[in-house]
DNA sequence: CTGAAAGCGCTTACAG
DNA sequence: CTGAAAGCGCTTACAG
């Protein structure tokens, strides 16, 4: 009973546009041309309103201005490794980037309770969405998605636009400097099937560079399993490895996660990194840094990334801008996780 | 020209309710019955709704569903540290139960851009936010949103729901626990400055515990600076640790990350973990675990956390359910951290 | 430069 | 059990 007043009460509280215009003494539209920063309006009428709206403590609603556009400024961005920290740094950046042209982003854990959650992204009418998985979205999701005019990117290159890392320099360099430390006995832990892993070009490359030196043994280890996590994975085929390849001197992993859980499975085998074994990770996570031992790894610039796929979608829902295909240089930084093979 | 021409294309292809009505020969009310699964329409004409809604692959828009209710079925989670992965971890939890009971939760990272965050969370009327920070809201914020009705959570016991820690049992017996193995002399690290310390309890109990015990030297070092990160908080304390109290045998510290950061500080000065110094975090990130040593900390239940506070808000929102306040009780967790102090 | 009016896509009493 | 009607809070042509 109680509640009930307060509520009815608090629901009074809430002003609205006509609230505004009546005290300011001019029209609900004009209310309107002075919030979404029209120049038609006076200067001191413009300033008059202004005011009414801070004294009454005017808020605008979301859902109304929504339905009117038909614009949610919302952009979603779709995960699906939720522990892996790579995400949301640069999930961060894009959201930083976007709440400055007015729009809100929300990270969609596509792990569990899927159907529910793309149900979400299309009745609330995102403007954009952004893929962050490897994974199929059920059929017909992106099509529907698409005839809503929700503007895509990273799915493939038809849908929308698309922002890429291209890990070849990075993988050539990291691959040479392990030859030139004394490595011969090099392995690659695949948290992706054999045609994931030349998907973004580091599979690939690591083939090329490898074979264009002498070294000794390498080999490729794949385990594609969406549900373990890559520590899980990393742990898994680290194991493999020391079964079948025990004198390995130095590792890469998929990412900085794999190569974590690669290292503990290592630690726990008696191994040391990198004393006894170098290991390379992949994404610049932000704890690699100052892991002990700081992880050796391959970065983009995530910042840069961010900023660019909010400016595009939002670029692309405004002002109708063509899509884009951007690819980015991925850098090796090296760090204490690989060492010098010791000479015997 | 094309391009608006395939705009109002799709436009037109965007099905209402109004098609789904006039389809399925009903009126758009009873078609709003179904949708909301309302009990008082003839099972037979429900199905052919439902049908027709299939056929014409219809998507409620939640905009105008917001507008007419006044409710958003949107849930906020504000958080600050973003690089620290505990939030996501139990936000994770909280989005997993809210999706469940039909309403979308969404991060807002509130260490970039406040107001215009702030904005967002009352313009696009959220019917909850969930506190995860330790600083300050600016004047006048929280009122706003309790006017407009926001279920508040975390902020503190007058303004809503509370879901504390209880680290008190945990505190006592990891300290035990290293005066049990032999350590004497031992140190906290504290991201908070004297009164956080004690905020939650354990640094209250700490000092109790150590007290209790015949410690040769216990010390606290505190370092609150909202923006460093935990991290760099760990590295920073551990340096002024090492000045200070060279011989110190093992150290606690307020989170994870910052265990992490110090970890790394310790080894730099040539100290190891855990056979020079013992290490204690606290939330149990889920990268503790694997981590190489495997870290020592504190854990509490996230999932049951995260589930507790949904369902919390959304009785809170929906049936008026009074506020509650419910503490969890925290357990350590002995991992690869901590060892025993070798005879000298 | 400004106001009156129509309408965005829903839900919810209210009759029947 | 169902339909007609009012209205949620905005924006946007359109007159003037």
Redesign the interface.
Known sequence: MR??IL?QI??D??VTRREVARMAGVSEGTVSNVINGKTCVKPEKRDHVMNVIRQL?Y??????R??VT?R?SHIGIAIYE??N?YH??VA?MV??AA??R?Y?V??F?LD??MP??LK?I????LDGLVNFMTNLYPEGFIA?LK???TVLVNFDDDAGSMFTQNYMNATKELVETLYNIGHRKIAYLSNFDESGFSADGRGRQFIKSTGELPFERVEIYYNHDFDAGS?RIG?TLAKKLLEDFGDVEAVFCTND?AA??C??TL?DAGKRVPRDISLIGCDDI??SR???P?LTTIAIDKRRQGEDIANNIIDMIEK?APKVHIEYLAKAVIRESIAPRPKN
């Open positions: 509640a009930n509520k608090s629901e509280m809430m403590k808020i605008p609603n979301q859902a109304a929504n339905l038909s949610s939720t522990t920290p949301m740094e961060r959201e930083e709440i400055k007015g809100m929300s990270l854990m569990n309770n529910d959650k979400v299309s009745e609330r009418r529907d005839e809503q005019g520590d742990q996660l974590i859980g290292l503990r630690s932000n704890i100052i892991l002990t700081s109708n």
